[in-house]
């Protein structure tokens, strides 16, 4: 009723929410209700009185809805009215989706974990894809290689040539070859670098980065040239 009163309750309703009739009969409609929901539901109602219509309560939000136990469940609730010699009358019809609720969320897990199987799919795809490709580019590299070293250019034509090969096959933007007298650094075949900054180049054994590895004949990974040791 207006004052927020349960007056009539059907058996759905006991086994829905665990409580006997004489439990609930004149006692507040927000007894159905988690605490925390009370207080806003009771502004709620006295709207809904103000302007009766049959509607769907909430729509958009999650309902919920408590067991005499205090335990929570999910809950959509269609509301009507009704006008008798006591006043208008309020009629909420209450629907456990508790179970929807539960396939609507295994659906989503199931969904999410299609898209990540197919996300991880393309990536090992695309993975072995470049491994082919990287495969198929050594492949031709040692094809080329072979045609070079059988070929009748001339030593330095040769090594200019490998180095080419070798910073293809790497991948990397720059390759260069050198060569030590033990004190001196010289630079024999190039890729990548303009010919202006090899006519400027020179380098001291345990000097800079090329030094340090012609020294130590070993190799040396750098992230940084920019930052690498001198």
Same mark, same amino acid.
């Given at each position: 009723n207006q004052a927020g009163q349960i007056i009539v309750v059907n058996n759905a309703m006991e086994r829905l929410f @665990?409580? +006997? &009739?004489?439990?609930?009969?004149?006692?507040? %409609?927000?007894?159905? =209700?988690?605490?925390?929901?009370?207080?806003?539901?009771?502004?709620?109602?006295?709207?809904?009185?103000a302007e009766p219509r049959i509607r769907s309560m909430g729509v958009g939000l999650e309902l919920v809805g408590r067991k005499k136990g205090g335990n929570e469940f999910p809950v959509e609730i269609g509301l009507s009215y009704v006008n008798t010699p006591d006043g208008m009358q309020a009629i909420a019809f209450v629907t456990d989706i508790s179970a929807r609720r539960h396939a609507e969320e295994t659906q989503q897990r199931l969904r999410n974990e299609l898209e990540q199987y197919a996300a991880d799919l393309e990536h090992r795809v695309q993975e072995r894809t470049? @491994?082919? +490709? &990287?495969?198929?580019?050594?492949?031709?590299? %040692?094809?080329?290689? =072979?045609?070079?070293?059988?070929?009748?250019?001339?030593?330095?034509?040769?090594?200019?040539?490998?180095?080419?090969?070798?910073?293809?096959?790497?991948?990397?933007?720059?390759?260069?070859?050198?060569?030590?007298?033990?004190?001196?650094?010289?630079?024999?075949?190039?890729?990548?670098?303009?010919?202006?900054?090899?006519?400027?180049?020179?380098?001291?054994?345990?000097?800079?980065?090329?030094?340090?590895?012609i020294q130590r004949a070993l190799p040396i990974a750098i992230g940084d040239l920019q930052h690498s040791p001198t």
């Open positions: @665990e409580y +006997e &009739r004489d439990d609930v009969l004149g006692r507040p %409609l927000e007894l159905l =209700l988690p605490e925390r929901l009370q207080h806003i539901h009771a502004a709620h109602r006295a709207g809904y009185y470049q @491994e082919i +490709e &990287r495969r198929r580019t050594v492949a031709e590299g %040692l094809r080329d290689i =072979l045609t070079l070293l059988n070929s009748n250019q001339s030593i330095q034509e040769t090594l200019q040539m490998m180095v080419h090969l070798a910073a293809r096959l790497l991948e990397a933007p720059a390759a260069l070859l050198v060569e030590s007298d033990k004190q001196q650094l010289r630079m024999v075949a190039h890729s990548g670098i303009q010919e202006e900054s090899v006519a400027q180049w020179q380098g001291e054994v345990g000097v800079g980065v090329m030094g340090h590895t």
